[in-house]
Protein backbone atom coordinates (compact mmCIF):
# COMPACT_ATOMS: atom_id res chain seq x y z
CA UNK A 1 0.00 0.00 0.00
CA UNK A 2 0.94 3.50 -0.90
CA UNK A 3 2.25 5.57 2.67
CA UNK A 4 -0.01 8.32 2.08
CA UNK A 5 2.96 10.65 3.11
CA UNK A 6 3.77 10.29 -0.42
CA UNK A 7 0.94 11.56 -2.01
CA UNK A 8 1.28 15.32 0.07
CA UNK A 9 2.04 18.02 -2.28
CA UNK A 10 5.47 18.66 -0.16
CA UNK A 11 6.99 15.05 -1.28
CA UNK A 12 7.06 15.68 -4.71
CA UNK A 13 9.66 18.01 -4.20
CA UNK A 14 11.94 16.49 -1.58
CA UNK A 15 15.25 14.88 -2.85
CA UNK A 16 16.10 13.12 -0.08
CA UNK A 17 17.23 9.65 0.17
CA UNK A 18 18.60 7.53 2.75
CA UNK A 19 21.71 8.25 1.39
CA UNK A 20 23.03 11.10 -0.05
CA UNK A 21 23.02 12.49 -3.24
CA UNK A 22 25.07 10.08 -5.19
CA UNK A 23 27.10 13.58 -6.49
CA UNK A 24 28.28 13.79 -3.04
CA UNK A 25 30.27 10.23 -2.88
CA UNK A 26 32.97 11.81 -0.45
CA UNK A 27 30.36 11.68 1.95
CA UNK A 28 27.97 8.87 1.50
CA UNK A 29 31.08 6.65 -0.58
CA UNK A 30 30.97 5.54 -3.85
CA UNK A 31 28.38 2.43 -4.94
CA UNK A 32 29.70 -0.86 -4.65
CA UNK A 33 30.90 -2.82 -7.81
CA UNK A 34 27.91 -4.17 -9.88
CA UNK A 35 25.97 -0.75 -10.10
CA UNK A 36 25.74 1.61 -12.87
CA UNK A 37 25.35 5.48 -13.36
CA UNK A 38 21.67 6.02 -15.09
CA UNK A 39 21.93 9.50 -15.57
CA UNK A 40 18.17 11.03 -16.08
CA UNK A 41 18.72 12.72 -19.31
CA UNK A 42 15.38 13.88 -19.89
CA UNK A 43 14.65 15.29 -16.48
CA UNK A 44 18.29 16.01 -15.25
CA UNK A 45 17.20 16.56 -11.55
CA UNK A 46 14.24 19.02 -12.21
CA UNK A 47 11.96 16.95 -11.15
CA UNK A 48 11.78 14.63 -7.46
CA UNK A 49 14.98 12.73 -8.29
CA UNK A 50 18.32 13.88 -8.77
CA UNK A 51 20.04 13.87 -11.94
CA UNK A 52 21.90 10.93 -11.62
CA UNK A 53 21.00 7.71 -9.95
CA UNK A 54 23.04 3.91 -9.25
CA UNK A 55 21.52 0.45 -9.92
CA UNK A 56 22.33 -3.09 -10.39
CA UNK A 57 21.01 -5.48 -12.51
CA UNK A 58 18.20 -7.88 -11.91
CA UNK A 59 18.26 -10.77 -9.57
CA UNK A 60 16.70 -14.35 -10.85
CA UNK A 61 13.83 -13.36 -8.70
CA UNK A 62 13.11 -10.11 -9.79
CA UNK A 63 13.24 -10.89 -13.40
CA UNK A 64 11.20 -13.58 -13.21
CA UNK A 65 8.46 -11.45 -10.76
CA UNK A 66 8.55 -8.49 -13.58
CA UNK A 67 7.83 -11.10 -16.79
CA UNK A 68 4.95 -12.59 -14.60
CA UNK A 69 3.26 -9.40 -13.16
CA UNK A 70 0.06 -8.85 -14.30
CA UNK A 71 -1.13 -5.78 -16.24
CA UNK A 72 -2.62 -3.92 -13.04
CA UNK A 73 -0.11 -4.60 -10.68
CA UNK A 74 2.96 -2.90 -13.29
CA UNK A 75 3.44 0.06 -11.93
CA UNK A 76 3.38 -0.70 -7.64
CA UNK A 77 5.80 -3.97 -9.05
CA UNK A 78 7.92 -1.64 -11.03
CA UNK A 79 8.27 0.95 -8.64
CA UNK A 80 8.89 -1.85 -5.87
CA UNK A 81 11.44 -3.21 -7.74
CA UNK A 82 13.54 -0.82 -8.91
CA UNK A 83 13.54 0.74 -5.01
CA UNK A 84 15.58 -2.86 -4.19
CA UNK A 85 18.30 -2.20 -7.19
CA UNK A 86 18.43 1.68 -7.16
CA UNK A 87 21.95 2.00 -4.49
CA UNK A 88 20.51 5.05 -2.98
CA UNK A 89 17.44 3.80 -1.88
CA UNK A 90 15.59 5.83 -3.79
CA UNK A 91 11.95 5.85 -3.85
CA UNK A 92 11.03 4.54 -7.11
CA UNK A 93 7.30 5.60 -7.15
CA UNK A 94 8.52 8.97 -7.58
CA UNK A 95 9.93 8.42 -10.50
CA UNK A 96 8.29 10.09 -14.14
CA UNK A 97 6.81 7.23 -15.80
CA UNK A 98 9.45 8.65 -18.66
CA UNK A 99 12.60 7.90 -15.76
CA UNK A 100 11.55 5.00 -15.78
CA UNK A 101 11.91 3.94 -19.34
CA UNK A 102 15.61 5.39 -19.10
CA UNK A 103 16.02 3.40 -15.92
CA UNK A 104 15.25 0.14 -17.59
CA UNK A 105 16.67 1.31 -21.14
CA UNK A 106 20.11 1.95 -19.10
CA UNK A 107 20.11 -1.86 -17.41
CA UNK A 108 19.25 -3.44 -20.16
CA UNK A 109 22.21 -2.08 -22.86
CA UNK A 110 24.58 -2.58 -19.99
CA UNK A 111 23.42 -6.31 -18.74
CA UNK A 112 21.00 -7.67 -21.65
CA UNK A 113 21.57 -6.67 -24.91
CA UNK A 114 22.45 -3.60 -27.73
CA UNK A 115 19.15 -3.98 -29.59
CA UNK A 116 14.92 -4.37 -28.93
CA UNK A 117 13.35 -7.04 -30.71
CA UNK A 118 9.53 -7.27 -29.42
CA UNK A 119 7.73 -4.21 -31.77
CA UNK A 120 5.88 -4.95 -34.24
CA UNK A 121 5.81 -2.30 -37.46
CA UNK A 122 4.00 -2.07 -40.67
CA UNK A 123 6.69 -1.99 -43.57
CA UNK A 124 4.59 -0.03 -46.04
CA UNK A 125 3.23 2.40 -43.41
CA UNK A 126 0.43 3.69 -46.11
CA UNK A 127 -1.23 -0.09 -45.36
CA UNK A 128 -3.10 -1.57 -42.36
CA UNK A 129 -0.89 -3.62 -40.09
CA UNK A 130 -1.73 -7.46 -41.44
CA UNK A 131 0.39 -10.57 -41.27
CA UNK A 132 1.63 -9.48 -44.74
CA UNK A 133 2.75 -6.13 -44.08
CA UNK A 134 4.60 -6.76 -40.76
CA UNK A 135 7.71 -7.45 -39.72
CA UNK A 136 9.62 -7.09 -36.22
CA UNK A 137 11.78 -4.07 -35.73
CA UNK A 138 15.50 -4.83 -34.32
CA UNK A 139 15.93 -1.34 -32.58
CA UNK A 140 19.74 -0.57 -31.96
CA UNK A 141 19.59 1.06 -27.95
CA UNK A 142 21.91 4.03 -29.51
CA UNK A 143 18.92 4.90 -32.01
CA UNK A 144 16.36 5.87 -29.59
CA UNK A 145 16.88 9.54 -28.30
CA UNK A 146 15.82 11.08 -25.21
CA UNK A 147 14.07 13.97 -25.43
CA UNK A 148 15.13 16.51 -22.56
CA UNK A 149 12.86 19.11 -20.57
CA UNK A 150 13.20 22.71 -21.67
CA UNK A 151 15.78 24.53 -19.91
CA UNK A 152 14.80 26.53 -16.44
CA UNK A 153 11.94 24.25 -16.34
CA UNK A 154 10.72 23.67 -12.56
CA UNK A 155 7.78 22.63 -10.63
CA UNK A 156 4.82 23.82 -10.30
CA UNK A 157 3.84 24.51 -13.52
CA UNK A 158 1.37 27.62 -12.88
CA UNK A 159 -1.66 28.77 -14.84
CA UNK A 160 -3.22 31.72 -14.22
CA UNK A 161 -6.68 33.15 -15.57
CA UNK A 162 -7.14 35.99 -17.38
CA UNK A 163 -10.41 37.65 -15.80
CA UNK A 164 -9.82 36.82 -12.39
CA UNK A 165 -6.31 36.29 -12.20
CA UNK A 166 -7.00 32.95 -10.65
CA UNK A 167 -3.52 30.96 -10.05
CA UNK A 168 -3.53 27.34 -10.09
CA UNK A 169 0.03 25.18 -9.54
CA UNK A 170 0.46 21.86 -10.91
CA UNK A 171 3.11 19.12 -11.03
CA UNK A 172 3.77 16.61 -13.59
CA UNK A 173 2.78 13.00 -12.44
CA UNK A 174 5.05 10.36 -11.22
CA UNK A 175 4.56 6.78 -10.90
CA UNK A 176 2.74 7.01 -7.36
CA UNK A 177 0.06 8.86 -9.31
CA UNK A 178 -1.06 5.57 -11.44
CA UNK A 179 -0.67 3.26 -8.20
CA UNK A 180 -2.54 5.43 -5.75
CA UNK A 181 -5.05 6.04 -7.88
CA UNK A 182 -5.50 2.62 -8.25
CA UNK A 183 -5.59 1.77 -4.86
CA UNK A 184 -7.49 4.43 -4.01
CA UNK A 185 -10.39 2.97 -6.57
CA UNK A 186 -9.45 -0.56 -5.40
CA UNK A 187 -10.22 0.46 -1.53
CA UNK A 188 -13.16 2.25 -2.30
CA UNK A 189 -15.23 -0.29 -4.56
CA UNK A 190 -14.23 -3.81 -3.19
CA UNK A 191 -17.65 -4.38 -1.87
CA UNK A 192 -19.35 -3.39 -5.65
CA UNK A 193 -16.41 -5.34 -7.06
CA UNK A 194 -17.04 -8.55 -4.73
CA UNK A 195 -20.96 -8.53 -5.80
CA UNK A 196 -20.24 -8.56 -9.65
CA UNK A 197 -17.46 -11.46 -9.35
CA UNK A 198 -19.88 -13.90 -10.81
CA UNK A 199 -20.49 -11.48 -14.21
CA UNK A 200 -16.30 -11.05 -14.62
CA UNK A 201 -16.13 -14.63 -14.75
CA UNK A 202 -18.72 -14.61 -17.51
CA UNK A 203 -17.25 -12.38 -19.02
CA UNK A 204 -13.67 -13.55 -19.15
CA UNK A 205 -15.19 -17.44 -20.23
CA UNK A 206 -17.29 -15.93 -22.88
CA UNK A 207 -14.03 -13.98 -24.29
CA UNK A 208 -12.15 -17.24 -24.12
CA UNK A 209 -14.49 -19.40 -25.87
CA UNK A 210 -17.04 -17.69 -27.31
CA UNK A 211 -19.84 -18.58 -24.81
CA UNK A 212 -22.86 -16.36 -24.76
CA UNK A 213 -23.44 -14.30 -21.43
CA UNK A 214 -25.98 -16.29 -19.27
CA UNK A 215 -27.09 -12.52 -17.77
CA UNK A 216 -29.75 -10.45 -17.38
CA UNK A 217 -29.43 -7.54 -18.82
CA UNK A 218 -30.11 -5.28 -15.74
CA UNK A 219 -27.49 -7.20 -14.31
CA UNK A 220 -24.79 -6.55 -16.89
CA UNK A 221 -26.06 -2.82 -16.93
CA UNK A 222 -25.32 -2.29 -13.24
CA UNK A 223 -22.05 -4.05 -13.51
CA UNK A 224 -20.98 -1.85 -16.82
CA UNK A 225 -22.39 1.01 -14.41
CA UNK A 226 -19.86 0.81 -11.85
CA UNK A 227 -17.28 -0.07 -14.02
CA UNK A 228 -18.03 3.62 -15.22
CA UNK A 229 -18.16 5.35 -12.20
CA UNK A 230 -14.96 3.44 -11.01
CA UNK A 231 -13.14 4.88 -14.82
CA UNK A 232 -14.27 8.14 -13.85
CA UNK A 233 -13.59 8.33 -10.02
CA UNK A 234 -10.07 7.03 -11.07
CA UNK A 235 -9.26 10.17 -13.54
CA UNK A 236 -10.65 12.35 -10.91
CA UNK A 237 -8.17 11.10 -8.68
CA UNK A 238 -5.08 10.81 -11.30
CA UNK A 239 -6.17 14.67 -12.19
CA UNK A 240 -6.34 15.90 -8.39
CA UNK A 241 -2.59 14.59 -8.00
CA UNK A 242 -1.47 17.02 -10.21
CA UNK A 243 -2.73 19.80 -8.12
CA UNK A 244 -0.45 21.22 -6.32
CA UNK A 245 -1.80 24.98 -5.29
CA UNK A 246 -4.34 27.47 -5.88
CA UNK A 247 -3.73 31.25 -5.67
CA UNK A 248 -0.05 30.23 -4.10
CA UNK A 249 -1.66 28.09 -1.01
CA UNK A 250 -0.42 24.96 -1.27
CA UNK A 251 -3.03 21.82 -1.43
CA UNK A 252 -1.89 19.33 1.29
CA UNK A 253 -3.24 15.64 0.28
CA UNK A 254 -5.25 14.23 -1.70
CA UNK A 255 -8.74 14.60 0.26
CA UNK A 256 -7.86 18.24 0.01
CA UNK A 257 -7.04 18.27 -3.95
CA UNK A 258 -10.13 16.20 -4.64
CA UNK A 259 -12.09 18.46 -2.59
CA UNK A 260 -10.99 21.18 -4.98
CA UNK A 261 -11.04 19.93 -8.02
CA UNK A 262 -14.77 19.15 -7.52
CA UNK A 263 -16.20 21.85 -6.34
CA UNK A 264 -13.53 25.12 -6.90
CA UNK A 265 -11.24 24.44 -10.51
CA UNK A 266 -12.94 25.33 -13.36
CA UNK A 267 -12.15 22.83 -15.88
CA UNK A 268 -10.37 25.28 -18.17
CA UNK A 269 -7.27 25.04 -16.17
CA UNK A 270 -6.90 21.55 -16.69
CA UNK A 271 -7.70 21.89 -20.75
CA UNK A 272 -4.60 24.53 -20.44
CA UNK A 273 -2.09 22.61 -18.13
CA UNK A 274 -2.53 19.58 -20.52
CA UNK A 275 -2.23 21.27 -23.93
CA UNK A 276 1.08 22.69 -22.11
CA UNK A 277 2.72 19.67 -21.68
CA UNK A 278 2.06 18.15 -25.29
CA UNK A 279 3.58 21.34 -26.55
CA UNK A 280 6.57 22.56 -24.47
CA UNK A 281 6.88 19.70 -21.65
CA UNK A 282 7.33 16.45 -23.71
CA UNK A 283 10.54 14.65 -22.54
CA UNK A 284 11.74 11.45 -22.28
CA UNK A 285 11.95 8.27 -24.66
CA UNK A 286 11.44 9.71 -28.49
CA UNK A 287 8.83 7.40 -29.93
CA UNK A 288 10.38 8.12 -33.09
CA UNK A 289 12.97 5.58 -33.79
CA UNK A 290 15.30 5.29 -37.18
CA UNK A 291 16.58 1.68 -37.85
CA UNK A 292 17.24 -1.01 -41.05
CA UNK A 293 14.01 -2.40 -42.19
CA UNK A 294 14.39 -6.27 -42.13
CA UNK A 295 13.25 -6.34 -45.83
CA UNK A 296 14.25 -3.93 -47.91
CA UNK A 297 17.74 -2.66 -45.34
CA UNK A 298 16.65 0.45 -45.94
CA UNK A 299 16.91 3.05 -43.21
CA UNK A 300 13.29 3.54 -42.12
CA UNK A 301 11.49 5.70 -39.47
CA UNK A 302 8.29 4.23 -37.23
CA UNK A 303 6.56 5.53 -34.10
CA UNK A 304 7.20 2.94 -30.80
CA UNK A 305 5.03 2.79 -27.92
CA UNK A 306 7.75 1.63 -25.61
CA UNK A 307 5.76 0.75 -22.79
CA UNK A 308 7.62 -0.21 -19.62
CA UNK A 309 7.08 -3.70 -19.63
CA UNK A 310 8.52 -3.71 -23.26
CA UNK A 311 11.71 -3.02 -21.63
CA UNK A 312 12.33 -5.72 -19.39
CA UNK A 313 14.19 -8.78 -20.78
CA UNK A 314 12.74 -12.00 -21.27
CA UNK A 315 14.67 -15.09 -19.60
CA UNK A 316 14.44 -16.99 -23.02
CA UNK A 317 15.95 -14.75 -26.05
CA UNK A 318 18.64 -14.90 -27.78
CA UNK A 319 20.52 -11.70 -27.21
CA UNK A 320 24.10 -9.74 -27.77
CA UNK A 321 25.01 -9.49 -24.01
CA UNK A 322 29.05 -9.65 -24.09
CA UNK A 323 28.60 -12.85 -21.46
CA UNK A 324 30.90 -15.46 -21.93
CA UNK A 325 30.40 -19.06 -21.77
CA UNK A 326 33.48 -21.79 -20.78
CA UNK A 327 33.37 -25.54 -20.00
CA UNK A 328 35.35 -27.34 -17.47
CA UNK A 329 36.55 -24.70 -15.13
CA UNK A 330 37.80 -25.57 -11.75
CA UNK A 331 35.31 -25.59 -9.14
CA UNK A 332 36.03 -24.43 -5.25
CA UNK A 333 34.58 -26.53 -2.07
CA UNK A 334 36.32 -23.98 -0.16
CA UNK A 335 34.04 -21.00 -0.81
CA UNK A 336 36.33 -19.30 -3.16
CA UNK A 337 35.82 -17.86 -6.51
CA UNK A 338 36.29 -20.93 -8.56
CA UNK A 339 39.49 -19.91 -10.12
CA UNK A 340 42.71 -22.20 -10.05
CA UNK A 341 46.23 -21.79 -11.36
CA UNK A 342 46.40 -25.45 -11.84
CA UNK A 343 43.65 -25.65 -14.28
CA UNK A 344 41.37 -28.99 -14.73
CA UNK A 345 42.80 -32.22 -13.53
CA UNK A 346 43.16 -35.03 -16.54
Known amino acids: MIDKDKLTSASFFSKKTPRADPASSVVSGAPPAGYIPVRLTGSMGRLSAPAILHFRNYTFAEAIELGEMRPENADATFARILSQMCWEKFPCEMLHREEVKEVLLNVYATW ?22 RSVASIPLTAIRIDELPTGFSEPIVIEEPIDHQRVGFV ?20 ADASFSDVRVAIRMSDRDGSP ?3 GSDRL ?35 EKLDALQHRLPANFFSEYSAERKKNLRFGVNELVTFSCSITHQPITRRFPFRLANLVPTMDRPRDS ?15 DGRSDAGPSR
Open 172 to 191: LPRLINDIAAQEYINAKYAE
Open 322 to 336: GYIVSFGGAISMDGG
Open 112 to 133: WGKTLDVFYYAIDENKALSVEN
Open 221 to 255: EAYEDNERRKRKEEIEVLCALQVFSIDGRVLVDLD
Open 213 to 215: LNL
